[in-house]
């Protein structure tokens, strides 16, 4: 699977954003069973990292379903309400 600019920066240790505003993402979640799977580990990892923040985020299938319950975390208990 070819890294993309995201995958890159998650991957990389945890980095403070030194004070300056987070970079905002929108993100667009695929369907499928096992994608969903996989895609909530990438969501997890993302919230951990405080230079970056979601702006917006939609999905098809299992990825409206982990859009959906990311959201309503999110809104009752910010970052790790969402995790």
Known sequence: MPKTALSTAVSTSRRSNGGRKPLLIDLALQGGGAHGAFTWGVLDRILEEDWLEID????????AMNAAVLASGYAKGGRSGAR
Not at 56 to 62: D, E, L, P, T
């Open 56 to 63: 917006a985020i939609s999905g098809a299938s299992a990825g």
